[in-house]
């Protein structure tokens, strides 16, 4: 138990501080690093740790990514982005357009790939615009992780937690679509408070302004006809796979493989953009998870903590969640929880997890992938995030989330509709 302990310790540490001094290790090698050394050290055999990872929820990511690439190569989200920016004419309405856009963007497609694609229009907007772009780009980033909260294909944790839970995409839609819109209008509310003044003194200036600016990605409109439908049948399928009884990684594998085949686009240039890294990360953390739960050591510590399937539950994981994701980030924090909230029946806590993981997310810079991208993407673009100013917004944004994400859900369950 002790040797289990000492390496699933070791792996989130790697986890929580990426590119500890002198040592070569990142959060993907430092999961793989553990799950190597629960098979090396015997922890785990060989067997047994290939029983540990989660094929369906891998599958689910492969069968997402794959879809996204297709629509990401033929220029899907620079015409989503460039419509979208087009007809703002203030600055009022493009932090509003962009917010929006994002956040229901995120929702249906993998929150990332979302503002990976989205960060370099908003940034030649806002230089054309003369406007400041960092406050747009931090509304784009909070905007894709709340939005991404909606649905079970918005991010990785809820797709980890779709699947593992059994909780169907309508009714995981149904519990989370309300706060997902309530915190987009709460982003809203918090960032016109922040900059509105600055706003205000740009405006006469931009109204009417042309909006010109290089598409990130050329695009292919003959492609997009072939693929759109593609997306939209893969939606449709997703919210009616209960009532098929269709399971939703199928679905997902089924859309990215016929996605491909239909582009045009060379297939084995489809596979190399895949983020084989992610899938990685995942399957090396529910090995090191695995033999953690195996030897005893989840037992150990789970033991100690008492969370029942209440309002208190409710509570306690958002709490636990807003706190730990600016540790360790999301994923590998959703892969740790995830022994706790099975030990509960019902979906409360599942709901509760994906709701304060993803929204937790929003407090600082490192708190999520989304936010990190974005930040990158900026950097890319000769643009500084400070940590600070994300913070000081981020702080603010992810209380008033998380508030009214435990109302919602205590509302929910209150009257039955949260089970």
């Not at 540990?52 to 620079?78: E, H, P, R």
């Not at 090995?287 to 050591?297: E, K, L, M, N, S």
């Amino acid at each position: 138990m002790l040797l289990a302990a000492l390496i699933l310790a070791a792996t989130y540490l790697g986890v929580a501080f990426t590119r500890l001094p002198r040592v070569n290790i990142d959060r993907p090698a430092a999961a793989l690093a553990g799950a190597v050394l629960m098979v090396a050290l015997g922890v785990l055999t060989f067997e047994e740790a290939v029983a540990a990872i989660d094929y369906n929820t891998l599958a689910l990511l492969l069968g997402m990514m794959l879809l996204v690439v297709v629509m990401q190569s033929q220029g899907f989200f620079t015409l989503l982005a460039t419509r979208t920016v087009a007809i703002a004419n203030t600055p009022g309405k493009l932090m509003a357009s962009v917010v929006l856009v994002t956040a229901v963007s995120s929702a249906f497609m993998v929150n990332d790939v979302v503002v990976l694609l989205f960060t370099p229009v908003v940034v030649q907007t806002c230089r054309t615009q003369s406007l400041n772009p960092v406050p747009y780009l931090i509304g784009e980033a909070m905007a894709s992780n709340i939005g991404s909260t909606a649905t079970i294909v918005g991010n990785p944790q809820n797709m980890l937690i779709g699947v593992t839970s059994s909780i169907s995409f309508a009714r995981f839609f149904g519990y989370l679509a309300p706060i997902a819109a309530a915190s987009t209008l709460i982003l809203l509310a918090v960032l016109w408070v922040f900059y509105s003044r600055t706003w205000a003194k740009k405006e006469a200036a931009v109204i009417g302004r042309a909006i010109e600016f290089s598409s990130p990605v050329p695009i292919n409109y003959q492609g997009l006809k072939r693929s759109a439908p593609v997306l939209v049948a893969a939606m449709a399928a997703f919210f009616l796979s209960s009532f098929l009884g269709i399971r939703v990684p199928l679905v997902a594998l089924v859309a990215g493989v016929a996605a491909m085949l239909l582009s045009g686009i060379k297939p084995s240039e489809v596979i190399q953009k895949v983020d084989w890294v992610l899938l990685l990360f995942f399957g090396g953390l529910f090995v090191v998870i695995g033999g953690a739960r195996q030897a005893g050591v989840l037992d150990l510590l789970l033991d100690r903590v008492d969370v029942a399937s209440t309002v208190g539950g409710i509570v306690s994981i958002h709490a636990v969640s807003a706190v730990a994701s600016q540790l360790v980030s999301n994923v590998p924090l959703t892969v740790l929880m995830i022994p706790l909230v099975e030990r509960v029946p019902g979906d409360t806590l599942w709901i509760s997890l994906a709701a304060g993981a993803t929204l937790g997310g929003n407090a600082t810079i490192i708190g999520a992938v989304a936010n990190i991208i974005v930040a990158e993407g900026a950097y890319r673009e000769g643009i500084v995030m400070k940590f600070m100013e994300f913070l000081k917004v981020g702080l603010v944004v992810t209380t008033l989330t998380l508030l009214a994400s435990i109302g919602v859900l205590w509302l929910e369950f209150a009257v039955g509709f949260l089970r």
